[in-house]
């Protein structure tokens, strides 16, 4: 572990390249992945929103305890000690 930590923070010695923990060259390229189309940005936030206005529109049924959200979750089985 010593001899990693010291090669890191060494400099190179002569006639040795320069190589990160990892094994790969200072001087190699980093891939760096293109941005994602404009589409693809908005079905995922589209999808997301979807998901997010479900979510609050169930649990407001669950806290105002709404007569037919109570009996579709006696319905599907669950305890009255997860439905209070």
């Given at each position: 572990?010593?001899?990693?930590?010291?090669?890191?923070?060494?400099?190179?010695?002569?006639?040795?390249?320069?190589?990160?923990?990892?094994?790969?060259?200072?001087?190699?390229?980093v891939?760096?992945?293109?941005?994602?189309?404009?589409?693809?940005?908005?079905?995922g936030?589209?999808?997301?929103?979807?998901?997010?206005?479900?979510?609050?529109?169930?649990?407001?049924?669950?806290?105002?305890?709404?007569?037919?959200?109570?009996?579709?979750?006696?319905?599907?089985?669950?305890?009255?000690?997860?439905?209070?």
């Amino acid at each position: 572990m010593e001899l990693e930590i010291r090669e890191l923070f060494d400099p190179p010695a002569a006639g040795r390249s320069a190589t990160s923990a990892k094994g790969m060259n200072m001087t190699d390229q980093v891939h760096v992945p293109e941005r994602a189309s404009r589409w693809k940005v908005r079905a995922g936030i589209a999808l997301s929103t979807i998901a997010v206005l479900f979510l609050l529109f169930d649990s407001t049924g669950k806290l105002l305890k709404v007569a037919p959200v109570v009996a579709g979750t006696e319905q599907l089985g669950y305890p009255e000690s997860v439905r209070q």
